[in-house]
């Protein structure tokens, strides 16, 4: 699991990815933007969803390798950080309440419904609850910190290349 360490690294990271975004498109923090996020976050979502899986009954293809997965994960990671850094959530008062149940189709409608709790009242407990829910997908996946944290830095270059790149 993460821990508070790891979480203000990653909000750390995000800061200064989301502050050269921001500066090199000349874009300010609104509502429009706030709202992208949201919708860029159900999108990684439902792309992580997609290369698990589980959902598909009708079919006997296996989940997508681990790698691409946690690709996908830390995808959703970049906006749920994003996003918990344009509310100032402080991530140092964090409490991880781990689940019992570990399920990941169980885990996606949470998720969806936590993303849609928050879009309905940006709160801080709100928020807190997202992340929560987000966290469990590493205990039901055994994502260890390190996998999450690797691939994380791994994808936060690649990004600013990207805008390098005029992506």
């Known amino acids: 699991m993460l821990e508070i ?3 203000l ?19 300010s923090l609104n509502e429009e933007i706030d709202n992208n996020k ?6 990684e979502i439902s792309e992580f ?12 293809k296996p989940s997508s390798d681990k790698s691409i997965v946690l690709e ?4 959703s990671l970049h906006f749920i950080i994003s996003i918990g850094n344009d509310i100032v959530f402080n991530f140092s008062n964090y409490k991880y309440n781990a689940w019992d149940k570990k399920d990941i189709n169980y885990w996606s409608i949470e998720m969806y419904k936590s993303i ?19 966290m469990n997908c590493m205990n039901i996946l055994d994502f260890s910190s390190d996998d999450v944290l690797n691939s994380y830095n791994k994808k936060n270059e690649t990004n600013f290349k990207r805008q390098d790149n005029n992506y």
């Not at 949201?38 to 999108?43: C, E, F, G, K, R």
């Not at 996908?72 to 995808?75: A, L």
């Not at 928050?118 to 987000?134: A, D, E, I, M, V």
């Open 9 to 27: 690294y990653l909000s750390k990271k995000q800061e200064e990815l989301d502050e050269y975004i921001m500066t090199s498109k000349k874009l």
């Open 72 to 75: 996908e994960f830390v995808d």
């Open 49 to 60: 969803i997609n290369e698990c899986r589980a959902f598909k009954y009708w079919s006997n």
């Open 116 to 134: 849609m709790s928050f879009q309905g009242f940006r709160s801080h407990k709100n928020y807190s609850s997202l992340l929560n829910t987000f």
């Open 5 to 7: 360490k790891d979480l």
């Open 38 to 43: 949201i919708i860029a976050l159900i999108v």
